[in-house]
């Protein structure tokens, strides 16, 4: 930045723009009177944050220089203000994220502990201190911590501290920037428009600026960083899109993807698309990046993995929404299928669903609202069910002749049939009774039942 002003009642009066962005090797030595008295960083970049230098421009002398070090995150766009303004800004966002991310654990933990529990995971106190620790920010005292590294030009010190300023003008259009987390500068132009720029403010907890147009008074352009809707498990998807899961705390702990640093300068439709890649299912059905509205439902591990879907708003928690937990009453996760689209006239389907055990099961309708065949194992090994349909009665069987006697030469000819479970209808290569099909159980001796016989109590000795 350069400014010429000579006290603190003239420079807290002085606006400007920053003057360029770069690295120590732009930086003129010889416009500092004593550029080797800590009057312009010496390397790059800096352990401590982003170099901001004040150049305090002089008509009779050489100029006077002076520079701090500045947090990552903090954010110069088209605002005037003075640097320590922007830090106490920074602060705030710090406190606003803190409240966020605990109402989203307080709506969010209750389910998520309640499904890994299901899943045979445990989350224990340890965890849950460590999580509590992640989301408890400091704030920053911008001059208290970065003091140290003032020149002794009084007049430039004044200068950096007094002055306000705006981002940069530059090939006719002004730029904003924001400090990164390898302590450069990260410019917002029209190449950038969309983009988003993570900043950690803790471990695991990153926040989203976004690169923005804006139209300025004069009728030009100008582009600047702005946070975004927080989106903490990076996948793309906000709160106010519909993400029901947003943190990703325990997602190490469920072995889930990671995207390093591969999303940084992705705008939303291409974060989405790589969280979508690394996401495999039903794998990670507990992972935050995993759970949001472009997500599968994966029927049976009490989580609401897609929020109900696109614009549905669902909590984590609600199990009987737009697309049911419960395999039995959700046909296309039973069978993992894709679901037709509302309103569509052109039969386009949504996202394939499936369910904890990724496997391809056997499902009808019934006055009940369906049942899938095969999802509880051995246990639907002969269950008998009615399609409300008008197909008739069915009979759930597996494939496997050590399970299911069969002839021979018998093969199952059901359209309903899964990977190795079928509901076999009565009228599938079994006696006519005459003016209907019904499958019939058989036991070896009536003194042997005990337990309620079939509903049309029939018995085959």
């Known amino acids: 930045m350069e400014v010429n002003c000579d006290d603190e009642e003239e420079c807290s009066g002085k606006k400007v723009h920053l003057d360029e962005y770069g690295t120590t090797g732009d930086m003129n030595e010889d416009y500092c009177d004593e550029p080797d008295e800590g009057e312009i960083p010496g390397s790059f970049p800096s352990e401590k944050g982003c170099y901001f230098v004040v150049e305090e421009e002089d008509d009779y002398d050489a100029n006077d220089c002076t520079f701090t070090t500045v947090p990552p995150g903090l954010n110069i766009n088209e605002k005037y203000a003075t640097l320590e303004q922007r830090g106490e800004e920074l602060s705030l966002q710090t406190s606003y994220f803190y409240e966020v991310l605990n109402t989203l654990a307080k709506g969010s933990w209750p389910g998520l502990v309640a499904g890994a529990a299901y899943g045979g995971l445990t989350i224990g106190v340890e965890t849950i201190l460590e999580f509590v620790d992640l989301i408890t920010f400091g704030q920053f005292d911008l001059f208290g911590k970065f003091s140290s590294l003032f020149s002794d030009d009084i007049d430039a010190n004044i200068a950096l501290q007094e002055v306000k300023f705006n981002y940069n003008y530059q090939d006719g259009f002004y730029n904003g920037v924001i400090c990164g987390n390898d302590h450069y500068w990260y410019r917002c132009d029209k190449d950038q428009v969309g983009s988003k720029y993570w900043v950690n403010f803790a471990k695991q907890v990153s926040v989203p600026f976004q690169c923005y147009e804006i139209e300025l008074d004069d009728g030009g352009l100008g582009y600047v960083w702005k946070e975004a809707d927080h989106d903490f498990d990076r996948d793309g998807y906000t709160n106010t899109e519909g993400d029901c899961y947003d943190l990703s705390f325990l997602d190490p702990y469920f072995g889930c993807p990671s995207l390093e640093e591969e999303y940084q300068g992705l705008n939303s439709t291409e974060l989405r698309e790589v969280a979508k890649s690394k996401c495999i299912y039903p794998q990670n059905h507990f992972c935050a990046i995993c759970i949001n509205p472009g997500a599968p439902e994966v029927c049976g591990d009490k989580v609401n993995n897609d929020c109900g879907g696109p614009q549905q708003f669902e909590e984590l928690t609600q199990l009987e929404g737009k697309t049911s937990d419960d395999c039995n009453k959700n046909q296309f996760a039973c069978r993992q299928e894709a679901p037709p689209l509302d309103n569509s006239e052109d039969n386009a389907t949504g996202i394939t669903q499936t369910n904890i055990y990724g496997e391809t099961f056997s499902w009808i309708n019934t006055p009940d609202g369906g049942y899938c065949c095969g999802f509880n194992g051995i246990d639907d090994l002969g269950k008998t069910a009615v399609s409300s349909t008008g197909e008739g009665q069915f009979l759930c069987l597996n494939k ?30 079994v006696p006519d009774e005459g003016d209907h099909y019904s499958w019939a159980e058989c036991m070896k001796s009536l003194k042997k039942i005990k337990r309620i016989p079939p509903e049309n109590g029939r018995f085959l000795f």
Do not use: R
Request: glycine residues 10%; proline residues 7%; contains cysteine.
């Open 400 to 429: 496997e002749p050590d399970l299911v006697g069969h002839d021979a030469e018998y093969t199952y000819e059901s359209p309903f049939c899964g990977d190795e479970w079928c509901w076999v209808s009565a009228s599938t290569g």
